[in-house]
């Protein structure tokens, strides 16, 4: 049986950025905020964000996240609320932000922080919360309505939207006109992977120039340090791959849709759903990174990655174990956390990358159909 790997990134090839590095060899420019990381950043303002707001590259979506953190948190507070269930990459950045992360449950649909739980912690910590960093959890266009409410009510909000450059709800780009950051990776495993990079976006541009700033050492226009800063630009090659990217981007997005698409017609050809799969609620149009999934209650899900692999099938369980149970992270608080705990057993990544055909996905399907028998 043919191996069917779990992602086979797809980043643009050498061809399509060949006339941008040839820029960069004219300009001799490679770094800070060179010419072609403008032209990427006027674009995708444009494209994207219809002009409204602000944007800044930024060398990846960790970097992007420890920086954003700290030009926002509030002084002398000292948590950072944020989903157990996500990336490592949230608590960490809030580490190297000298802040404790303080980790809230999920949701049982759309496995998105528990807003009312956020409240109880705003309660409960009052000025002690220094920033909140919601997930828009695989992807799906988080309605961003109460976090916007909270970041006028002065608790800084940075929204983790790893996965979701190319999203769309009906206002179209997940984020536009956000009055708090959002922050995308473009590293080789997203839906707009370039290698490694991220953007950062708000509808306030003067805190999208401060976060420029940091990530050029702190530097004034007259280059004397001001704040606590770090090296955290994109290179002008990095740049180049970006824009021949965004030529290709609308493509890519449709893909990964309809890709999404056929899985959940093969499920409900199989009878998935009445068998105990449950697949997470979302909304708006994702540029799908990988199928996340639910096993059945009476699987557990490192038995099912087990079975696949015996099958030549890859898959994952993202996040699982969740960062309060990662020993990195064993020491901070969490609120009532009963929702991750369940879906953390049984949550399933399937394989899903851009050459994929319904012929891999059919066989991926009647594989675990088989299971058990
Ligand atoms: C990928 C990812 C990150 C980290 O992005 P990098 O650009 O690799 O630093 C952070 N959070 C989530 C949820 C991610 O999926």
Redesign the pocket.
């Given at each position: 049986m043919k191996f069917i790997p779990f992602l086979k990134p797809n980043i643009v090839k050498k061809e399509a950025y060949l006339k941008y590095l040839a820029q960069i060899d004219e300009a001799r420019l490679y770094s800070n905020f060179g010419p072609l990381n403008s032209i990427f950043e006027k674009r995708v303002l444009s494209e994207y964000f219809n002009d409204l707001g602000a944007i800044t590259t930024i060398n990846?979506?960790?970097t992007a996240l420890i920086l954003a953190i700290s030009v926002t948190k509030r002084p002398d507070a000292k948590y950072a609320l944020m989903p157990s269930f996500?990336?490592a990459?949230?608590p960490l950045a809030a580490m190297w932000c000298g802040l404790k992360p303080y980790f809230i449950d999920i949701h049982e649909d759309n496995w998105c922080m528990n807003e009312k739980q956020v409240d109880h912690a705003l309660e409960k910590l009052g000025d002690q919360v220094a920033v909140i960093i919601p997930?828009a959890t695989f992807g799906t266009c988080l309605d961003l309505t109460y976090y916007d409410k909270l970041q006028h009510s002065k608790v800084p909000v940075i929204v983790?939207a790893?996965?979701a450059f190319g999203t769309s709800g009906n206002n179209g780009q997940l984020g536009k006109e956000f009055s708090g950051i959002i922050v995308f990776?473009l590293?080789a495993t997203?839906p707009f992977g370039i290698g490694?990079g991220?953007l950062v976006y708000s509808n306030r541009s003067e805190i999208i120039a401060q976060i420029r700033r940091a990530s050029n050492f702190g530097f004034s226009d007259g280059r004397e340090c001001l704040f606590q800063g770090l090296n955290g630009k994109l290179s002008e090659y990095s740049a180049a791959i970006a824009l021949a990217t965004l030529d290709e981007f609308p493509q890519k997005v449709h893909k990964r849709n309809t890709l999404h698409k056929i899985y959940c017609e093969h499920f409900k050809k199989n009878n998935f759903f009445e068998k105990g799969w449950v697949m997470q609620k979302t909304s708006g149009k994702i540029p799908y990174q990988f199928i996340s999934v639910l096993g059945p209650k009476k699987l557990s899900n490192l038995d099912i990655v087990r079975y696949l692999k015996d099958n030549t099938i890859q898959s994952r369980t993202y996040f699982s174990p969740p960062c309060h149970k990662q020993q990195s992270f064993l020491r901070y608080p969490h609120s009532e956390i009963t929702v991750t705990e369940k879906i953390t057993q049984r949550i399933l990544n399937l394989p899903l990358w851009e050459e994929m055909s319904e012929i891999e996905i059919s066989r991926i399907v009647s594989t675990l159909n088989k299971m058990g028998r």
């Open positions: 990846n979506a960790t996500t990336f990459a949230t997930y983790d790893a996965p990776s590293h997203k490694e991220a």
